[in-house]
């Protein structure tokens, strides 16, 4: 009997005609979009006298450029508000539902799918945004696709894709005090580079990816793209059931029941063969931060900044130059820089497990005066349940200033910039020059780390400055 990796399964089942010595036609099952990928998709439509084939498929919500405050007036920015309202019109004239700003499901995409139960064990999810990926903690197979695809699956609800090559990742043994998944997939990133899962579909797998929340498997998924894969995977199980149960869209009643038992099936065969295998143990594992210009560029915040013996020619040439933009330099601690902003936000960190966990370490204390702190919950939800359980006064009187739902500071594509010269301690998922503003400068880092930045106005261990 033939031994399936838990990808292979739910690929090969939405396969609907493989072409020889070509990509696959793939079926998706739900395509989410936003306000900036999909404009010149649907005048594309427009123009050919295509409509869109299955309407129920599709989710919008508006997030990538949105303001985050004052979200009940007119969008200031003219581009941003083209956009906003391109996407009103779109979604009115084909019939496909909307989360639109003020409405109480407002949010990011790749925050609202989960939170609704939109997203589900063994689907196809696409969207015009890398961090599709995100949804592949719940065991589907989720990816980021370009406008011309995006125009392809509204038409026809498939995609032209060649099946990628398979990575296993497994994680072992109980994480540190203080280490988060946010430290689990920088550290991995870390090790194997920006590029290390090219060509790839990792899934994750181990008693340390077991142990986590779904909040915390989304964020590891979330970031597989910033190890160059095509996407990544989680195997469902109990921990995926009861965060979707009693969810708006999650299958009740006999329907769960059926659900639940195709949902067990999902997982890699024992003796299932990948393409590459990787283990890494979870003692290992310290609070991570990023010291350059790509999420590869990761170090324990306790340890130095690699220096450049070893290094020749153009690798040692984009090293200084990434070290150059930073201000930093070969072989310094970067524990003690003084940082100017943190951002606590993103599909990666702004769930309410993340808003939680920063209120929990600040509670009682005050940022320090040198630091601009920003909270932007990834939706409505966990805007409105951070303010029911007490956390958004407990931000505020430590000195945090809470945003409305939107991508924010990630990618600055709003007014959330982070100016020219000045550090900022991120939740978000890139680093790149210019990522949050022309000219930041971008240190990725978890919610506990960055609320330790955020007290002490300098590059912090956790540990430290938490004991409790």
């Known amino acids: ?43 594309n439509l427009e123009k050919r006298g295509i409509g869109v084939k299955y309407p129920h498929r599709t989710i919008a919500t508006p ?27 779109n979604c009115a004239k084909y019939g496909i539902e909307l989360h639109d700003l003020g409405s109480a499901h407002h949010g990011i995409v790749h925050v609202i799918g989960p939170e609704l139960g939109v997203t589900q064990p063994g689907m196809t999810i696409v969207c015009g945004d890398s961090h599709t990926s995100t949804h592949g903690a719940f065991g589907a197979i989720a990816f980021g696709i370009g406008t011309s695809e995006v125009e392809m699956v509204l038409a026809t609800q498939c995609i032209m894709q060649s099946k990628p090559k398979k990575m296993r990742i497994s994680v072992e043994g109980a994480l540190g005090k203080g280490v988060t ?76 029941e059926k659900a639940v038992a195709y949902w067990n099936t999902l997982r890699t065969d024992d003796g299932a063969v990948f393409d590459q295998e990787l283990t890494f143990d979870a003692v290992d594992i310290e609070p991570m931060i990023t010291y350059g210009t790509n999420p590869g560029m990761g170090i324990k915040v306790v340890d130095n900044i690699p220096t450049t013996e070893g290094m020749e020619g153009s ?13 930093f330099a070969p072989g310094e ?7 100017d902003y943190v951002f606590v936000g993103s599909c990666t960190n702004g769930r309410i497990e993340d808003i939680r966990a920063v209120a929990q370490f600040v509670k009682g204390h005050k940022k320090a005066d040198s630091i601009t702190a920003w909270i932007v919950p990834g939706s409505r939800e966990v805007e409105k349940q951070a303010q029911a359980e007490g956390l958004v006064a407990i931000l505020e009187e430590a000195g945090f200033e809470l945003r409305q739902p939107g991508c924010s500071a990630c990618l600055a594509m709003n007014d959330d910039k982070i100016p020219a010269g000045k550090y900022a301690v991120s939740t978000s998922n890139r680093n790149f020059e210019g990522r949050q503003g022309p000219g930041a400068r971008t240190l990725l880092a978890s919610p506990l780390t960055v609320a330790a ?16």
């Open 63 to 89: 997030d990538h450029n949105v303001p985050t405050v004052n979200q009940d007036q007119t969008i200031k920015d003219k581009l941003s508000r083209m956009q906003v309202e391109k996407l009103r019109e």
């Open 181 to 256: 998944s946010k430290d689990i997939i920088l550290y991995i990133i870390s090790k194997i580079s920006a590029a290390g899962a090219t060509g790839y579909f990792v899934e994750y797998a181990g008693s340390t990816i077991r142990s986590l929340s779904m909040e915390a498997r989304m964020t590891i998924c979330n970031m597989s793209i910033e190890m160059g894969a095509r996407g990544g995977l989680i195997a469902p199980d109990q921990t995926t059931y009861d965060f979707l149960k009693g969810k708006q869209y999650a299958p009740a009643g006999d329907d769960w």
């Open 1 to 43: 009997m033939e031994k399936n990796t838990l990808f292979d399964k739910i690929w090969d089942a939405h396969v609907v005609k493989s072409v020889p010595a070509g990509p696959d036609v793939f079926f998706i099952d739900k395509h989410f979009i936003h306000e900036v990928t999909s404009p010149v998709a649907f005048l």
């Open 315 to 327: 690798n040692k040439t984009s090293y200084l130059k990434s070290l150059d933009y930073m201000g």
């Open 453 to 468: 930045v955020a007290i002490t106005g300098r590059i912090t261990d956790p540990r430290e400055v938490f004991q409790n």
């Open 333 to 339: 601690p970067i524990l003690g820089k003084s940082v």
